[in-house]
């Protein structure tokens, strides 16, 4: 069993930077691949990035490749989304996720476990 806990989230203006960091309880953190996820008002949830265990492989959307840099610290259970050159249209409420097995990033069914989501408020 895998308990995540985002947060890092706020309100922020365009250009800004935000980091959001995901707590994740139990002892085999570093055996699963981590992701992060995001939903807008009106929208589907869709992808933002996801890293590999232990961390050498990463994936992101389109949309924020070059200004979103995922990271994990195993030692510390917690992952981190680093997200540069905000823009309006990244307000969402950003969930973190947790995968068993083969790496499928952008496959949110593949994820075993959902945090409750951190909000995310970019103002133009």
């Known amino acids: 069993q895998v308990q995540l806990v985002e947060s890092g989230g706020g309100l922020v203006q365009a250009g800004d930077s935000l980091r959001l960091s995901c707590l994740a309880s139990g002892r085999t953190f570093s055996s699963y691949s981590m992701g992060w996820f995001r939903r807008a008002p009106g929208k589907e949830r869709e992808f933002v990035a996801a890293?590999?265990?232990?961390?050498?492989?990463?994936d992101y959307a389109d949309s924020v490749k070059g200004r979103f840099t995922i990271s994990r610290d195993n030692a510390k259970n917690t992952v981190y989304l680093q997200m540069n050159t905000l823009k309006p249209e990244d307000t969402a409420l950003y969930y973190c996720?947790?995968?068993?097995?083969?790496?499928?990033?952008?496959?949110?069914?593949?994820?075993?476990?959902w945090g409750r989501g951190t909000q995310v408020t970019v103002s133009s």
């Open positions: 996720a947790a995968a068993w097995g083969s790496w499928y990033p952008q496959e949110a069914s593949r994820y075993n476990y």
């Open positions: 890293i590999s265990w232990p961390g050498g492989t990463t």
